[in-house]
T-cell receptor
Framework: NAGVTQTPKFQVLKTGQSMTLQCAQDMNHEYMSWYRQDPGMGLRLIHY???????DQGEVPNGYNVSRSTTEDFPLRLLSAAPSQTSVYFCASSFGLGGYTFGSGTRLTVV | KQEVTQIPAALSVPEGENLVLNCSFTDSAIYNLQWFRQDPGKGLTSLLLIQSSQREQTSGRLNASLDKSSGRSTLYIAASQPGDSATYLC?????????FGKGTRLHILP
């Protein structure tokens, strides 16, 4: 089915470990973005991309890296996990000014 | 800086009632506005998308309006059902970014 696919769905990390959250879309969307959702804070933009090879920072970029080598993929890297990065992470994509489509999320716990 | 506010934060209504959820934004120069639904522990499901040139969109029992000049949008749900219980999120798009409100948690009482 067409859409945004996120893997893994659940992950537990130890403080200091690194990992990559995967996001892929098969709708040929130009725009892709990563959000984290925390209780009481809502959804906050981490990084976004307006096309292959182009990325920019959002509201809460510290501790995260992204790259966009293809239109389809937009991985999010945690460089050195911290307990403050415990959250639910969502990837989204959009074509131009069309609406956004979201993945089902990755629930990350850092211990 | 664009800010999106949703009031109320939580709402409980008896089944069958019509209800209105409110969304306000501080910068009227938006490209579009999108309403989402989120069930507990799940992702976001798009409900309605209103382009900046439009005033409203309808889908089934849902109707969303947009008034850019006043920085407001409303989501109207007709004949509410227990299955409508969820968190409803409003989001505005500008400059390649989508900014969310914190949502309204809706509980429909059977």
């Amino acid at each position: 089915n067409a859409g945004v696919t996120q893997t893994p769905k659940f992950q537990v990390l130890k403080t200091g470990q690194s990992m990559t959250l995967q996001c892929a879309q098969d709708m040929n969307h130009e725009y892709m973005s990563w959000y984290r959702q925390d209780p009481g804070m809502g959804l906050r933009l981490i990084h976004y991309s307006v096309g292959a090879g182009i990325t920019d920072q959002g509201e809460v970029p510290n501790g995260y890296n992204v790259s966009r080598s293809t239109t389809e993929d937009f991985p999010l890297r945690l460089l050195s996990a911290a307990p403050s990065q415990t959250s639910v992470y969502f990837c989204a994509s959009s074509f131009g000014l069309g609406g956004y489509t979201f993945g089902s999320g990755t629930r990350l716990t850092v211990v | 800086k664009q800010e999106v506010t949703q009031i109320p934060a939580a709402l409980s209504v008896p089944e069958g009632e019509n209800l209105v959820l409110n969304c306000s934004f501080t910068d009227s120069a938006i490209y579009n506005l999108q309403w989402f639904r989120q069930d507990p522990g799940k992702g976001l499901t798009s409900l309605l998308l209103i382009q900046s040139s439009q005033r409203e969109q309808t889908s089934g029992r849902l109707n969303a309006s947009l008034d850019k000049s006043s920085g407001r949008s409303t989501l109207y749900i007709a004949a509410s059902q227990p299955g409508d219980s969820a968190t409803y999120l409003c989001a505005v798009l500008r400059d390649d970014k989508i900014i969310f409100g914190k949502g309204t948690r809706l509980h429909i009482l059977p």
